[in-house]
């Protein structure tokens, strides 16, 4: 047996570590590193184009295995979790029941087992017989816990993870969050794998945690308690004293798999980045044969991928040639002491005129409690690697968690923010612009600019002050210069920029349409192309019926469309079925049936013949649609009563257009 014991404990045995020793690493401290200043909120944006970047040290997030990292933890489980009678704690009493039912069939196996193999060396084949018989008979109960803990840990992770992802989508899906996080804030790069990704991996390593935790903590209080009564205390606490040593050691080395963990997950999320942009803009790297500098800009990615999986992998060497040498082979020794000690003192009161049969016997049990105990401590040291990988986990979920508040609150960051500057002339002197500042109020049929700035999430004005007012039944035709402030007017408009200052007044936001020049299509039949962002449902409680589509249909020139594709049931990829032209006319059919006070056309008929497009600018005056129009067509003039000029200097110019200008754009 000796010899097979030792081949065991030098398996076993492996990197130790027990959850007491992580309790000494949450007394150590971070170092304080620099980094770019981030701004705290909207409010520190700077109000002028003429400024210089700042840099300020501040406290760097870090992934350990520290008191910061069990408060995230806490943060995320509170999610998880959302009460005390939740089906998550029922699945979760169940693990543990389960948990501790196998605990207890393998200390029954250990003792029944023994008795078989004492019987088999006694030659005495009735109680061979009947510890056989027992065996067979627990197979079915043995089998049916096993496979009940497999069955509750996997519907943890399945709840765990549906709870998370319906949360954080909550967040994300919440007014124009998604667009914020995009295009306002640049904390998060990679939102999409941090939703899907990194979500199933922090909840598939919290479950398992759970598991590799709670059950080598059971096993060994249990094994101390058996080992105690048959070879004494000591032997259990030499062990445990050399494992909380060993653990403190080993646990302080693994201190950087937590941030080289979430430096995986960023270059990962890169390398898939790269990659998705290419699918996006496949066909203007193939007008402009970009496709060796793609290649060169994913190989980038990848190599960068590949270096630090390489340092992945040479630390993991590192650290398992110290775990052999530490808790391995030194295991081994601690191993042969705690086993043989009790046996080689003869006045050890336990086998005091015991028979050597009785020793025998006793020597197989402990061998295989030791076994047993040494297997739990085995889940504990690859619960303590999974934890510092939890940690990386960790940071990234809390860090989109922090992200997706403090946008839904109206707070976004940016770096490499500039400051204005201190010897200012009188045209700065006036209050800076703050956003948020500016005072939006819901009215119908009319939009209203009140000394409202025109300002980019970055701090660059491009109008200090814009007055002009748009009742319904005014079409406005906006031109100027690209960057001179078009766009920008539009996403202030439509409430996705703050405000600066000034009075907005205008219609409730679900009473604005949007009309880009590339429309957007949906996945789904052609009838969801439609009704975007309706659904049928939306669409038979407005009472509106496939025949009034048809009618929209028409009034764009596409009733081919219908009977070309097979009807409104039809799905196709529409992105690729329909040509530039038809997309556009698509999109002015959805804003027929959504029929808003204003719509918004931003070169949205760049693709649509002239005397198509003057037909639809036609029908959008009869249902009473107030258009705000971006085009640089001449044609377009007659069709609109005002035009808002900007020369891309910070000034505008907002007249009507009278017979002349008509003529001239003609």
């Not at 445990?240 to 270059?267: A, D, H, K, N």
């Not at 999986?309 to 081994?332: H, P």
């Not at 085009?631 to 377009?636: A, D, E, F, G, Q």
Request: with cysteine; proline share 3%.
């Amino acid at each position: 047996m000796a010899p097979v014991l030792s081949k065991v404990l030098s398996s076993k045995l492996s990197a130790t570590v027990v959850t007491g020793a992580f309790l000494v690493h949450l007394l150590r401290s971070n170092r304080k590193k620099t980094q770019i200043r981030r701004v705290e909120s909207v409010a520190d944006l700077p109000a002028s184009i003429d400024e210089k970047p700042i840099v300020k040290k501040v406290k760097k997030d870090r992934a350990a295995v520290d008191i910061v990292f069990f408060k995230r933890l806490v943060r995320v489980l509170k999610v998880l979790v959302p009460g005390w009678f939740s089906a998550e704690v029922g699945y979760l009493a169940l693990v543990a029941l389960a948990l501790m039912a196998r605990t207890y069939c393998d200390v029954w196996m250990i003792q029944n087992g023994t008795a078989i193999e004492s019987s088999i060396i006694g030659r005495d084949i009735n109680l061979f017989k009947k510890y056989l018989l027992n065996f067979l008979y627990a197979m079915p109960a043995i089998s049916l816990i096993n496979n009940l803990l497999k069955f509750g840990l996997n519907e943890v992770k399945l709840r765990f993870r549906t709870r998370l992802t319906s949360h954080l989508y909550e967040q994300y899906l919440k007014g124009f969050t998604y667009y914020k996080m995009s295009n306002l804030d640049n904390r998060i790069a990679n939102a999409d794998q941090l939703l899907t990704q990194d979500v199933e991996r922090f909840c598939n390593s919290v479950a398992d945690l759970y598991s590799n935790l709670s059950k080598p903590v059971l096993d060994i209080l249990i094994y101390i308690r058996e080992l105690a009564a048959s070879i004494g205390a000591q032997g259990p606490a030499y062990m445990i004293g050399y494992l909380l040593f060993s653990g403190l050691v080993l646990t302080r080395l693994r201190r950087p798999v937590g941030r080289m963990t979430v430096e995986e997950q960023r270059y990962e999320g890169e390398f898939r980045y790269v990659n998705s942009r290419l699918i996006t803009n496949s066909e203007e790297v193939a007008f402009y044969q970009g496709n060796k500098r793609e290649q060169r800009n994913i190989y980038h990615a990848f190599n960068k991928l590949v270096d630090h999986l390489r340092n992945f992998i040479f630390f993991r060497f590192s650290m398992g040639f110290v775990d052999n040498i530490i808790a391995k082979y030194f295991a081994t020794v601690v191993g042969y002491l705690v086993v043989s000690r009790p046996f080689m003192n003869l006045n050890h009161a336990p086998f005091k005129g015991q028979s050597h049969s009785f020793m025998m016997q006793t020597y197989y049990k402990a061998g295989y409690m030791i076994l047993r105990m040494s297997q739990a401590i085995g889940r504990i040291v690859l619960a303590g690697r999974e934890m510092a990988r939890l940690a990386g986990f960790t940071q990234r979920v809390t860090e989109l968690m922090t992200v997706l508040n403090e946008l839904n609150m109206g707070r976004y960051e940016r770096t490499m923010v500039r400051e204005a500057k201190a010897d200012s002339d009188s045209e700065d002197d006036r209050e800076p612009l703050v956003p948020g500042s500016g005072k939006l109020i819901h009215r119908d049929h009319v939009i209203e600019f009140k000394q409202v700035p025109l300002v980019t999430p970055n701090g660059d004005v491009l109008v200090r002050e814009m007055t002009f007012e748009v009742k319904s039944g005014v079409n406005v035709l906006v031109c100027g210069p690209n960057g001179c402030g078009k766009s920008s007017l539009f996403r202030i408009l439509g409430e996705l920029w703050p405000l600066f200052g000034g009075t907005l007044i205008k219609p409730d936001a679900k009473k604005l349409f949007y009309v880009p020049q590339r429309p957007y299509m949906t996945l789904g039949t052609l009838r969801d192309q439609i009704i975007y962002p309706d659904c049928k449902e939306d669409m038979i409680r407005k009472g509106i019926s496939d025949k009034d589509l048809e009618h929209s249909m028409a009034q764009v020139q596409l009733s081919n469309i219908l009977e070309r594709e097979g009807g409104w049931d039809a799905v196709q990829d529409w992105m690729d079925v329909l040509s530039g032209g038809e997309k556009q006319r698509v999109a002015m059919a959805r804003l027929f049936y959504h029929k808003p006070q204003f719509a918004i056309l931003d070169e949205c008929t760049s693709a649509v013949s002239v005397d198509v497009e003057g037909f639809i600018y036609s029908h959008a005056r009869e249902v009473g649609i107030t258009l705000f129009t971006v085009s640089h067509r001449k044609s377009l003039w007659k069709h609109h009563e005002y035009y808002l000029m900007f020369d891309g200097r910070g000034a505008y110019e907002y007249k009507p257009i009278d017979k002349e200008t008509v003529e001239f754009g003609s």
